[in-house]
Every structure is written in C-alpha cells, then in structure tokens.
C-alpha cells in the first residue's frame, strides 16, 4: 500500500542527495532573484501579519489574535515552497548534504551568504513599497502604530532572548519545508507548512528574515510621531540587538537541531546498514 506522504528516511534521503545539492549548484544569478522572492514573500506574511492583527486582540483576547496573526503569516513560506523561491532559513537544511559529502562547506556558505542578502533585499523592496502604498495609515495610523511596536519590541530583546526564540523558530521552519517536501499534492503541502509556521509566530519566535522586514518597517514610520520608539530602534540596533543573534539562532535551529540530528537518524544509519 502506498503511504499518503513519504517516510522520513525517505525525505532525509531526497533532501540530501537531490534537493540540497542542486541549492548550491545554482548560479549566482538564479540565487539572487529567487532569494529577493523569497525575501518579498516572507514580508508579504509579515505585513498580513501586522495588518489583520493590529487590533484583533481587543475583540477576541491576545492569545487568539496571536494564533490568526500565525496563520496568515503562513503565507509566506507557502509562496516560497510552492512558487520557487530561495530562503535562507530553509536552506540550512543544506547541512544534510554536507555531512553526508555531498557538498563541500564552501558550496553551503557559498549559498547561504547569497541567499542571506537577497533576502534582505527583496524584505527592504516590500518595505518601501508598504511605505509609499500609505496602508500603514489604516485605522487612523493604528496599523502603523503597531508595525512600530513589533519593530520596538524585536530590538529590545535580549541577546540570550532573542537566541532562544530563533532557535524554537527555525527548528519548526525547517520541520515545515521537511513535511511539505513529504506532501505529494499541493493541499498537502500547504497543510504541512500551515501547522509549524503558525505555531512560531503564534509562540512569539524569532524569524531572521521576517525582521529583515518587521524592523526596517519600524525605522521607515519612527519619524512619523506615531509611537516614541526606544533608543535600540536604529540601524545598529537592529544589527546587534536582533538579526545577529536571531541568525545565529536559526542556524542552530535549522542546520542542527533538524538537519545533524535527522542525518544522524536516517542518513548515517542507513549507509552503517549498507
């Protein structure tokens, strides 16, 4: 009889020998427009995010608000899995490839670095034309508001909270593009990816591409005396209080706690039984 979905030796095979290679023997070209796709469609889950949410929490409680606010951010990794796109979190499964002497090390820096910066590209393209659409202005500038304040509390976080929260984050991502590569049909895939995604937004976990958007947001609205942002609301900030300890933590999340240890698992085993 033929399962519904792959097995998971079969998906740790599959990303291993085929997907993840094939990620690193892209052209410098191809990463770079599928990682500002990517980049543009995190932030469209972003923006969705912000919009629906921004007064949601008055009427049906926090938590609830919340658990919307994760499901239509779900979106956008559903357009990167399902239209094509390159996204940096996703790809550390790479890892797989080069434990198992698929890739060498370069071929997954090589990767990850191009894919990193497209990404931020592509969410600082959406984020200046969020801002000229004036949507921001919604609801008496309430929406605007809360973009600020998402942006506000990002780069208040401490370095060992925002680690944490970036390694939970990135380990259900990855868990995401790991089922939707099991899905064999479209509804299968969005099912797979809709779980774990709207689980880490709605946990209140740290995604390093979703404030590639999130911040810059907030640095485009903080002259526009909506909300008194704290001093950490500065390009620096957002360097130092967030992305680089978010980052690292999504590599953790990602290349270890779901690529090393399903290797170990599948991978590993398998050519020990060989």
Not at 189 to 216: C, D, L, Q, R, W
Request: glycine share 10%.
């Amino acid at each position: 009889m033929e399962f519904e979905c792959k097995t998971p030796a079969t998906v740790a095979d599959s990303l291993t020998r085929t997907v993840c290679v094939k990620k690193t023997q892209q052209s410098i070209l191809n990463l770079t427009v599928l990682g500002l796709f990517a980049g543009v469609y995190i932030g469209f889950g972003a923006q969705l995010s912000t919009f629906v949410t921004h007064d949601l929490a008055a009427y049906v409680g926090l938590g609830v608000s919340k658990l919307i606010g994760g499901a239509v951010f779900s979106v956008g990794l559903m357009l990167v899995v399902i239209a094509g796109a390159e996204l940096f979190t996703g790809n550390n499964l790479i890892l797989l490839s080069v434990l198992d002497r698929q890739v060498r090390l370069r071929g997954l820096l090589r990767n990850w670095a191009i894919v990193y910066f497209a990404n931020f590209a592509g969410a600082l393209l959406l984020v200046l034309l969020m801002y000229w659409s004036g949507l921001w202005r919604t609801g008496g500038d309430a929406v605007g508001v809360a973009a600020l304040k998402v942006a506000n509390a990002k780069v208040n976080l401490t370095f060992l909270e925002a680690f944490s929260r970036a390694i939970l984050c990135n380990w259900l991502v990855c868990l995401a593009v790991w089922m939707a590569v099991s899905a064999r049909d479209v509804v299968g895939k969005v099912f797979a990816i809709f779980f774990p995604i709207t689980a880490f937004v709605a946990s209140g976990f740290e995604h390093s591409i979703a404030n590639m958007y999130f911040i810059p947001m907030g640095l485009a609205l903080k002259g526009q005396g909506l909300f008194e942002a704290s001093a950490n609301l500065t390009i620096s900030g957002m360097l130092v209080k967030n992305l680089i300890p978010v980052t690292l933590g999504n590599i953790v999340g990602g290349a270890f706690f779901v690529a090393a240890l399903y290797w170990i698992v599948y991978v590993r085993k398998s050519k020990q039984e060989a």
